[in-house]
């Protein structure tokens, strides 16, 4: 059997990788693998200087993201990984790279990177398909905590994030990712990038969170408005909002013509809205936690 560093010091191809240690893609998991070196190290080029700099990596699967990583001068690279076949590949790596890669069987969903990582802190990842937009948001609800953050999802995902107001793919994703950062499509990839090629393209778009944040009461009180709001999207937000109690009234405040749909309005409008239902002693209770 191969050694997964020959003489030189090099790691085995990705391809043998995936062969050695049966890292059949699973659906389940959401998994695509990429496996296109060369795709690998331009990803990683999307977070900018890495220097100095703790990064979480989710779903690393056989390796190839974390071995471009790996390529520039971090601080350090967590991969939180939950499928345990794909242990014995990482642990390779880690090995090839002492003190510079821990490797954690972890549902990324459970790990707090916030708290586990030092600053300055990144993620940058190709995400499971399956659990992308709910660590988006559990990441945006911190965003204060994070550099940057340089993810991969399917291609509809990344333009639900990017999406100006009064277009196809605006909604509440859009809303909350703009409210809180700069986010911008870094670079798009074909089913073929990946094995097994997905149904559907894929997109990694880089978030840069801005320098002031929303506090946890403005942020639950955002999720409350944006969930109203877009939740029936043809309705006017008289009525989109009345679940909210005195939606008149809070539109009013705001500026807002009743009549409008929350596809119509921008985030500034959307800001207004939460800070003025928050203000009105509304969110106390009622928003999700």
Not at 101 to 130: C, I, K, S
Not at 201 to 228: G, W
Not at 247 to 264: D, M, W
Request: aromatic share 6%; charged share 20%.
């Amino acid at each position: 059997m191969t050694s997964a560093c020959d003489a030189a010091g090099s790691l085995t191809p990705l391809g043998e990788v995936v062969r050695r240690f049966g890292l059949d893609a699973r659906k389940a998991l959401g998994q695509h693998f990429l496996l296109d070196e060369a795709v690998c190290r331009r990803i990683a080029l999307l977070p900018g200087d890495l220097a100095g700099r703790h990064v979480l990596e989710v779903g690393p699967g056989p390796g190839g993201l974390t071995r471009a990583l790996l390529a520039h001068p971090l601080a350090h690279l967590t991969a939180v990984e939950l499928d345990e076949r794909a242990l014995a590949a990482l642990a390779e790596v880690e090995a090839a790279h002492p003190g510079r890669l821990t490797v954690l069987r972890q549902d990324a969903r459970h790990f707090h990177g916030a708290t586990e990582l030092p600053a300055p802190r990144q993620v940058v990842a190709n995400l499971p398909y399956n659990v992308g937009t709910p660590l988006l948001i559990g990441w945006l609800r911190e965003a204060a905590a994070w550099e940057r953050l340089t993810l991969m999802f399917q291609e509809e995902v990344a333009f639900r994030i990017t999406a100006a107001p009064g277009t196809e793919h605006y909604g509440r994703l859009a809303v909350l990712s703009q409210w809180v950062a700069t986010c911008s499509i870094g670079l798009r990839l074909p089913p073929g990038a990946f094995r097994p090629p997905p149904k559907v393209h894929s997109a990694v778009v880089v978030l840069t969170p801005h320098a002031e944040q929303p506090p946890p009461e403005l942020f639950r009180a955002m999720e409350r408005i944006t969930a109203a709001a877009f939740g029936q999207r043809r309705k006017m937000l008289r009525g989109a909002l009345k679940p909210l109690g005195q939606a008149e009234a809070l539109l009013s405040a705001c500026g807002i013509a009743p009549e409008r749909r929350a596809e119509e309005l921008p985030v500034s409008a959307f800001d207004a809205l939460a800070r003025a239902w928050l203000a009105r002693g509304e969110e106390a209770g009622q928003a999700t936690p």
